[in-house]
């Protein structure tokens, strides 16, 4: 049995390499739980990337620790990385366990906000390399992680889904453009290729969307042209490279021709190296990270374009960018007021830099 540990973690840089160990914490008053493993090697004094895992319905973070191979690609020589596995919470509807990525109806746990809270304490007790967390999910799983492409953009760089697509409830407005990679077998009896079938039922086909229309909707987000890379793994997989897109993010399709609702592991292709070659790729653009100031509070969040900021006293300038890191007003001095009406929705970048020397940025959401 292995122990759960809730609360504050006080783990020491040099935790046993290679081994899986089990954490957890209070999040809006629920216990949750999660799996990190660190890579063969460890060293606590240099960084090291994520990939967070995210499990199908009924699953656990020990399945996709255990069962989907990522941690023999994990110490790769050349560029080893962390793996975090949670746990979701029992759904009230289907009694399993099952993220909240949109798609059942009576979900009200806030995993987006679990994943975000997660990843802060991973890179708190974790040699960590920011610019580095990436996404991939299995089943709802990637319905969970494609929700996390469009909410979390800002402290995850790139996102993996196999098997599965987008809750058609989403809006999906992740304020910048973002590097997503999709794989989906053509004969998946649990959540059709086209749409048609939801855990193998036409009668739950309205609450998702079918592979299709999820590139289509990242191709338009991430405005790509219409140059499609086109190639076949092995016998029976297609290839599908959208770019350029913008800010040089690509948006990648592996259909998989006949292949069934699982984490591919074929002679056409391994999943776990192909998601981590397409990982590899990408950092998060600079100006995402989101380092708060505990002193200043800006509000509402988010809004229609007017921020009003409290404790202010000591800043000396005030700098919005967008998701791209492109610098869109700078101010001096003190001002209470910021006003984004002029700006398109999305996601913006404030930061601040106090009289002290001290620099801290926050997110900004217009509506």
Partial sequence: MKLIRFGLLLLLPCMVAGQVQQFGFQHNGISRSYLVRTPEGYDGNQPYPVILLLHGIGGSGNDMMYGTGMMAVADNALD????????????????TTWWNEGVSPLATTDDAGFISALLDTVSANF????????CAGFSDGGFMTQRLACELSDKIAAFASVAGTRASSLICNPGRTVPVFHIHGTADETVGYTG?????????????????????????????????????????????KYSPCVSSVETWLYKVNGGAHEWQLTPDFNT???????????????GMEDFLGEALRIYPQPSEGLFYLDGIDGVSELKVYDAAGTLLLSESGVNRELNLLTFP???????????????FTHKLVKQ
Avoid: Q
């Avoid at 080893?80 to 009694?95: E, K, N, Q, R, S």
């Avoid at 040699?127 to 990436?134: A, G, L, N, Q």
């Avoid at 299709?212 to 191709?219: G, K, P, V, Y």
């Avoid at 192909?274 to 950092?283: A, L, P, T």
């Fill in 345 to 359: 929705k999305g996601l913006y970048m404030l930061h601040v830099k106090m009289v002290s020397g001290e620099r």
């Fill in 272 to 286: 776990n190296i192909e998601i981590w070659n397409f990982f590899s790729d990408y950092v998060l653009p600079l």
């Fill in 196 to 240: 048609d079938l939801l855990m193998g039922s036409p009668l739950l086909a309205s609450y998702f969307i079918g592979v299709d229309e999820l590139i289509s909707s990242w191709i338009s987000i991430n405005n790509c042209s219409a140059e499609i890379e086109s190639l076949v793994l092995g016998e029976s997989t297609e290839v599908f």
């Fill in 80 to 95: 080893p990385f962390i793996l975090v596995a949670p746990d979701a919470t029992i759904d009230p509807f289907f009694g």
């Fill in 127 to 134: 040699s960590v390399e920011s610019r580095r967390i990436y």
